[in-house]
């Protein structure tokens, strides 16, 4: 079994609608990450949380929600899709270790959702 | 400036060539830097990491790092079709250290 999981993987919606994005891990990370992804633009980051009472906006969080209800799940929200929210979208994870230079982030299949 | 710059190609290489993928980063605090490779439709992953001056080098990869001059990048020796993918650069900069910033990736494409 993937170690990130998305749902849905495609989503096709109308402008208006509410729609929530749902990741969940099974690596035991307490760091969880929403980012999208345009073509030419790279990978941005929404929204970020380091453990289930934490939670960050990221660079480009506006119209944008998200809720941790436990350390495994992440949800992102779109309260009110638009059209240039049609994107890529990724949940990452990683693990923290005090001192240490890096951690990596592991990617999940990501969502490919478009509104009308 | 952005934060971090790449050249988003293609970058077209000969198989059995170097290929060389550059990176330059505007926070000169930053402490890690990472290289995630992405094949067309799937999510990255990560290939290599470095945070000392210099080069870091793992089976055909290698990552270069100079701190000076703000640039990290990466060489993949005796390319082969499999590299064919996007290469994205991720910095972690100083003044950010909970998260990292990518760059919009270069396309490599690796000809028979």
């Known amino acids: 079994d993937a170690d990130v999981t998305q749902t849905p993987r495609n989503r096709i919606t109308k402008t208006g609608k509410r729609i929530m994005l749902e990741c969940s891990q099974t690596?035991?990370?307490?760091?969880m990450y929403w980012y999208r992804q345009d073509p030419g633009l790279g990978l941005r980051l929404i929204y970020y949380?380091?453990?289930?009472?934490?939670?960050n906006k990221g660079e480009i969080s506006d119209g944008y929600s998200v809720s941790r209800q436990a350390q495994a799940k992440f949800s992102l929200s779109l309260e009110s899709a638009i059209p240039n929210q049609t994107a890529l979208y990724f949940c990452?994870?990683?693990?923290?270790?005090?001192?240490?230079?890096?951690?990596?982030?592991?990617f999940g299949p990501g969502t490919r959702l478009t509104v009308l | 400036q952005k934060e971090v710059e790449q050249n988003s190609g293609p970058l077209s290489v000969p198989e059995g060539a170097i290929a060389s993928l550059n990176c330059t980063y505007s926070d000169r605090g930053s402490q890690s830097f990472f290289w995630y490779r992405q094949y067309s439709g799937k999510s990255p992953e990560l290939i290599m990491f470095i945070y000392s001056n210099g080069d870091k080098e793992d089976g055909r990869f290698t990552a270069q790092l100079n701190k000076a001059s703000q640039y990290v990048s990466l060489l993949i020796r005796d390319s082969q079709p499999s590299d064919s993918a996007t290469y994205l650069c991720a910095v972690r900069p100083y003044s950010s250290a909970s998260k990292i910033i990518f760059g919009s990736g270069t396309r490599l494409s690796i000809r028979p």
């Open positions: 949380s380091f453990d289930v009472k934490d939670i």
């Open positions: 990452a994870t990683s693990d923290f270790t005090p001192g240490q230079g890096y951690n990596e982030q592991f």
């Open positions: 690596k035991g990370h307490d760091r």
